[in-house]
């Protein structure tokens, strides 16, 4: 899907800053992933990235379950979507909202970057220069082991993602998933609200 259209679709169901926002972090940092694991369609993850928390304005209880219903919906408009973009919006509510699990590597990562992203937002929020631009991994690894900093963002998903991903690529760390993420949003960041303009 190009994602020029996944920006005009989200656009019709999310209109809260924050969670375009979000929406645009995860695509963002989605958008690296591909990169660096060679993927030949990036945009299709970085579509995935967007569109992922289409139902969560609309739908706060029925999430994931309704994505499915306003994709499938969507798909006279927008022939694009497919049962594979489906099934990876709906994987990361896995265990959380819906019984679908990550398979894909992508999804793998989906499921994990959606807390991972937040953790790092708002260890960059609490820097003096709000920016990710000087954040350091080992910043953020503190963070994570402080349950009270930012409770909202779930530790065990993260943990449990990261184990998923380790289970795929050969050689990769907590260390270096997090950096990654890291870097990722610093491809974007005054875009993504943390970085120095
Ligand atoms: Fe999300």
């Known amino acids: ?96 909202c819906c019984d679908v699990a990550p398979v894909h590597i992508m999804e793998k990562i989906l499921y994990t970057v959606d807390e991972l992203t937040g953790l790092i937002f708002a260890c960059a929020m609490a820097r003096p220069s709000r920016s990710v631009m000087d954040l350091e991994v080992k910043s953020v690894m503190k963070k994570f082991k402080t349950p009270a900093f930012a409770a909202g963002c779930n530790r065990e998903i993260i943990t449990n993602g990261m184990e998923l991903i380790k289970a795929e690529i050969p050689n990769i760390d907590n260390n270096e998933i997090i950096q990654r993420c890291i870097l ?5 960041a005054p875009l993504l609200g943390v970085g120095v303009v």
């Open 1 to 96: 899907m190009k994602i020029k259209d996944a920006h005009e679709l989200l656009s019709k169901y999310v209109t809260s800053n924050t969670l375009q926002r979000h929406c645009l972090t995860v695509s963002v940092v989605l958008k690296y992933w591909a990169n660096l694991l060679g993927e030949p369609d990036c945009e299709f993850w970085e579509s995935v990235g967007l569109l992922h928390d289409i139902d969560y304005e609309q739908f706060p209880n029925e999430h994931c379950k309704k994505a499915k219903e306003i994709l499938e919906a969507e798909k006279t408009n927008y022939p694009d979507i497919s049962n594979e973009l489906i099934h990876a919006v709906q994987s990361h509510g896995w265990k959380i």
């Open 184 to 188: 990722a949003m610093r491809t974007n």
